[in-house]
């Protein structure tokens, strides 16, 4: 069965600084990768998304990165803003016996302080 | 369009009871799923259709029942809710599964 970790749990960063925040999942068979958002007692925002034959995709100060065969992306996060805090997830899509799924790290909590 | 819609946004039932989580899509999405939200677990997958008339088993579907008899309609039953099946619910569509998931705002459901 995937795992899918985030290190760290939780990050407390000052306004301005660049942030890298990790996830690594166990079985690299996967259709793709994607990073989401989510603000307290919110739904999830698609943030990025990485085919498996991707290596990275960007989108304004957000940069996430692929590595399949050692199982590991990360999001980089550039000039961090207050506005920036929330919960960051990151989801594998990818086979299972039972049909392919999603499978969600635990996330980690940002705090960007002003 | 609205996105991905959910109804109720807070449910509390006491053990034994029945209930069925609403979620509907208006972007003609083919793939629809449903998740629970539980305190250092992530998210884990219920049930999900790839399309109408098709469902099938997630990772934790004991409990729950789906059906889809449109493309835009997808609600999760509860036959009898036990207090282990306290969490968020999320549903989610993408247009055939291997895309971005757009998720909708989330029911909360305390069973007591």
């Known amino acids: 069965k995937q795992e899918v970790t985030q290190i760290p749990a939780a990050l407390s960063v000052p306004e301005g600084e660049n942030l890298v925040l990790n996830c690594s999942f166990t079985?690299?068979?996967?259709?793709?990768l994607q990073w989401f958002r989510q603000d307290p007692g919110k739904g999830l925002t698609s943030l990025l998304l990485?085919?498996?034959?991707?290596r990275e995709q960007t989108s304004g100060r957000l940069n996430a990165s692929l590595d399949k065969s050692s199982g590991r992306s990360t999001l980089y996060i550039a000039a961090s803003q207050p506005g920036d805090s929330a919960t960051y997830l990151c989801?594998?899509?990818?086979?299972?016996?039972?049909?392919?799924?999603?499978?969600f790290g635990t996330g980690t909590s940002l705090t960007v302080i002003p | 369009n609205a996105g991905v819609t959910q109804t109720p946004k807070f449910q509390v039932l006491k053990t034994g009871q029945s209930m069925t989580l609403q979620c509907a899509q208006d972007?003609?999405?083919?793939?629809m799923s449903w998740y629970r939200q539980d305190p250092g677990m992530g998210l884990r997958l219920i049930h999900y259709?790839?399309?109408?008339?098709?469902?099938d088993q997630g990772e934790v579907p004991n409990g729950y029942n789906v059906s889809r008899s449109t493309t835009e309609d997808f609600p999760l039953r509860l036959l009898s809710a036990a207090p282990s099946q306290t969490s968020v619910y999320f549903c989610?569509?993408?247009?055939?599964?291997?895309?971005?998931?757009?998720f909708g705002p989330g029911t909360r459901l305390l069973v007591l």
């Open positions: 989610a569509s993408s247009p055939s599964g291997g895309e971005t998931q757009y």
């Open positions: 989801a594998v899509h990818s086979f299972s016996n039972t049909g392919n799924q999603f499978y």
């Open positions: 079985d690299s068979a996967i259709y793709n």
């Open positions: 972007m003609n999405h083919e793939y």
């Open positions: 259709s790839v399309g109408a008339g098709i469902t």
């Open positions: 990485i085919q498996s034959s991707q």
